[in-house]
T-cell receptor
Framework: GAVVSQHPSWVICKSGTSVKIECRSL??????MFWYRQFPKQSLMLMAT?????????EQGVEKDKFLINHASLTLSTLTVTSAHPEDSSFYIC?????????????FGPGTRLTVT | AQSVTQPDIHITVSEGASLELRCNYS??????LFWYVQSPGQGLQLLLK??????LVQGIKGFEAEFKRSQSSFNLRKPSVHWSDAAEYFC????????????FGTGTRLLVSP
């Protein structure tokens, strides 16, 4: 149980276009979902936290207008990279958490590799 | 704010040998500590976690970790490494903010030699 999927697994887009990444919890309802960004050979950096039906909370330095997050339901969150540029190329990972206690486990998706040309 | 240091970028261990991956954290209160493993094409998988209680934590795949408050460490150990353990390992620290906001270390890549 507790499977999180991401779609697509990889995407190539042209500079200036927008791309949407989906994150789904397949067998559970996630009260909170998280979006991370991982640069090659580096750590995961939290971009934003989202709760179903409310606006996402972005980490300092993350552009809200560039990285649009929509948590439409308890099983789906989307990240849209708007007007993508080559520096947005990265590995994007989502995770989902059950419950509202800080002791809950996060379940991670397999990630989406974005390449902007 | 919490932070995590994994001083070893990569480690090579012979198959069957023991393993210890280092993790040091910084956090003002009692931390929530995690070890995750990341394999290509797969999501991060939780190996073990520490919230409170016994400072020696047992996890999956034969891994264990020991929380040492005096050293601000949470090192991961395995007595006998298998070739399938080759992967990237991340230590993370969290705080009870109502949800689990995690800060990750930079990771340690484990290579297993025959």
């Amino acid at each position: 149980g507790a499977v999180v999927s991401q779609h697509p697994s990889w995407v190539i887009c042209k500079s200036g276009t927008s791309v949407k990444i989906e994150c789904r919890s397949l067998d559970f309802q996630a009260t909170t979902m998280f979006w991370y960004r991982q640069f090659p050979k580096q750590s995961l950096m939290l971009m934003a936290t989202s709760n179903e039906g409310s606006k996402a909370t972005y980490e300092q330095g993350v552009e809200k207008d560039k990285f649009l997050i929509n948590h439409a339901s308890l099983t789906l969150s989307t990240l849209t990279v708007t007007s993508a540029h080559p520096e947005d190329s990265s590995f994007y990972i989502c995770s989902a958490e059950i419950g509202t206690s800080g002791s809950n486990e996060q379940y991670f998706g397999p990630g989406t590799r974005l390449t902007v040309t | 704010a919490q932070s995590v240091t994994q001083p070893d970028i990569h480690i090579t261990v012979s198959e069957g040998a023991s393993l210890e991956l280092r993790c040091n954290y910084s956090y003002g209160a009692t931390p929530y500590l995690f070890w995750y493993v990341q394999s290509p094409g797969q999501g991060l998988q939780l190996l073990l976690k520490y919230f409170s209680g016994d400072t020696l934590v047992q996890g999956i795949k034969g891994f264990e970790a020991e929380f040492k408050r005096s050293q601000s460490s949470f090192n991961l150990r395995k007595p006998s490494v298998h070739w399938s353990d080759a992967a990237e390992y991340f230590c993370a620290v969290g705080a009870d903010t109502g949800f689990q906001k995690l800060v990750f270390g930079t990771g340690t890549r484990l290579l297993v030699s025959p």
